[in-house]
DNA sequence: TGCTAAATGAAATGAAAATTTCATTCAAGG
DNA sequence: CCTTGAATGAAATTTTCATTTCATTTAGCA
């Protein structure tokens, strides 16, 4: 667990507490720092001590003399008394950091390899950019058809994806690299098509070929890979980067899933009519193979 | 729901996609720095110079020169650029956006899908049966070879585990239906052999069929399904419960993906040698291969 | 009025951060 | 093999911040 440094609940009344407690014993100047802070509680953590003397028109050494008043050894403790509670604001919404340093101690490694998921999805949705998530989205629509790519540990989402398009009405293929390679496959490729890879580490030699020459044919691509750095995010007209940060050699999926199930949705949302219509023959279909097992 | 004070893409104007759109022009010392900030956008705000430079291996003055090649004048001025951001954020969700938030969540299929798939993650930590999952990991690894099975979304998993389990040193194989049946794959199976299915909604006859005549072999049979009383459960000696909770017919698959990822990590684990050779001896091939794009 | 003690801000000091400089390393191209 | 230019980190420099010192002011009080 992580190091409450001199902060911990039971010693620490919080800052607003400590000023209400010591409000009586505030001199004149002090009295209107301390409105201001309970006022703006939220911008201290963001203040120097120039800056907020300013703001209150009191003198820099009376904002410090102010942070000693209330029981503090000055105004950096002060302020990372308020920054540590920001910082537990920011992590609350998220089961995600609940206990990763302990569990990953331990030997529990679904508990490990679970909160470190959590997190890798935490991260992706903080940082997927939503206009080019929407315009991904928009793009895999328009498309004739989808051709989806990966090697390695990759292959799986691009056939994965491949499934999932198809369920929703949509014409996409992965390019496997059973019998040909994909740049064979490739040759009718048309401007109206769309290629869609996927490059996680080790990165493959071959997936960065594929999107350059798609991309010199002029024909849109995206990639889901895992940094914004990575080789074929440069080489992709769109790149939605996930977060896949892994215990081991294997990389973490699931955020990339959790990705591509979050664009399905997306497009069935704006184009109700054929996405919807898609998926309820293909559940007769199933009925009707008796595939299905009732429940 | 907690109000995510956060850095959100949508308003971000600059950092993000200064990064994205130099990650070209940026030296490797300097990537490093992007793809930490990418990642953990939100401690930037509280990370100075020496801090950033110490978590990302780099020296401080790359870290500036970082800051400058993306378009800021220095260190500094990227920093006040997040702490803009993160103000304006609390400011929108500090007042009274309790009822704002759902309603937000309804076009934001990415969020929706991402808290899915967490919770289901995090229910199925809480009820996957230690000793079951304890019990599965032995029982794979003391297998002489693993055959994997499953269809529709299934078969996605079947795959996936068989080449996790083959990567790791054990012998695995997916019964794939392409050519056979996979009841034709089996008729050489052995009792020190094992057959790990897959079973999620809507449950294929097919699956079922297989564990029953395995089991009848007398060959050890495992799976992973979403109800404890989903039919596959009851034909299976061994059965691992993962949460699925849906939003649409797709299945929520993360959870089923960390529960195989811990499954290797036990395993890997407990038997260090075999594995690890394994793993290193992978690497090695798909370096010689140059099927790996160095970074 | 004159004395005292707290309060205050200007400026000095000390500390840490941010930036620049510079010598070294490294890789690409002649 | 040598040259050249980019990249890098160590260290110097500059800037900014936090804290202390100190002289001045102010209010309370005999």
Redesign the interface.
């Known amino acids: 667990m992580k190091n409450k440094v001199a902060i911990s609940p039971e010693t620490d009344p919080g800052v607003r507490s400590r000023i209400v407690e010591h409000a009586a014993s505030l001199s004149p100047q002090q009295r209107k720092i301390a409105d201001y802070c309970v006022a703006h509680m939220?911008?201290i953590?963001?203040l120097s001590v120039p800056e907020l003397a300013e703001r209150t028109g009191a003198s820099e050494a009376t904002v410090v003399r102010f942070c000693q008043r209330i029981g503090y050894t000055g105004y950096s403790d002060l302020k990372m008394a308020l920054?540590d509670l920001?910082?537990e604001?920011?992590n609350?919404?998220?089961?995600?950091s609940a206990g990763f340093e302990s569990a990953a101690q331990d030997?529990?490694?679904?508990?490990?390899?679970?909160r470190l998921?959590?997190q890798n999805?935490?991260?992706?949705?903080?940082?997927?950019?939503?206009?080019t998530?929407s315009h991904v989205a928009a793009s895999l629509f328009k498309a004739d058809h989808i051709f989806t790519f990966g090697?390695?540990?990759s292959a799986?989402l691009a056939?994965?994806a491949a499934?999932?398009f198809t369920?929703y009405g949509m014409r996409s293929t992965c390019l496997a690299t059973r019998y040909t390679s994909p740049r064979e496959q490739l040759v009718a490729l048309r401007p109206s098509d769309l290629v869609f890879a996927f490059s996680f580490?080790?990165?493959?030699?071959?997936t960065?070929e594929v999107l350059e020459e798609v991309g010199r044919k002029g024909v849109p691509t995206a990639v889901i890979t895992d940094?914004?750095?990575?080789?074929a995010?440069?080489l992709a007209k769109e790149?939605l980067?996930v977060?896949s940060?892994g215990?081991?050699?294997?990389n973490?999926?699931?955020a990339a899933?959790?990705?591509l199930?979050?664009l399905?949705?997306?497009i069935?949302?704006r184009h109700q009519g054929e996405t919807t219509d898609a998926?309820s023959r293909i559940?007769q279909i199933?009925r009707e193979q008796?595939?299905?097992?009732e429940?």
């Open positions: 939220q911008e953590p963001f920054v920001i910082r604001e920011m609350a919404s998220s089961p995600a030997k529990d490694f679904l508990a490990a390899m679970a998921e959590q999805i935490e991260r992706t949705l903080d940082s997927i950019d939503r206009q998530f090697l390695g540990i799986f056939d994965y499934y999932l369920e580490p080790p990165y493959s030699r071959q960065l940094k914004p750095t990575a080789p995010a440069a790149t980067v977060s940060h215990m081991s050699f294997n973490a999926t699931s899933n959790v990705l199930n979050a399905v949705l997306e069935a949302s998926i559940n199933l008796t595939y299905v097992v429940t």
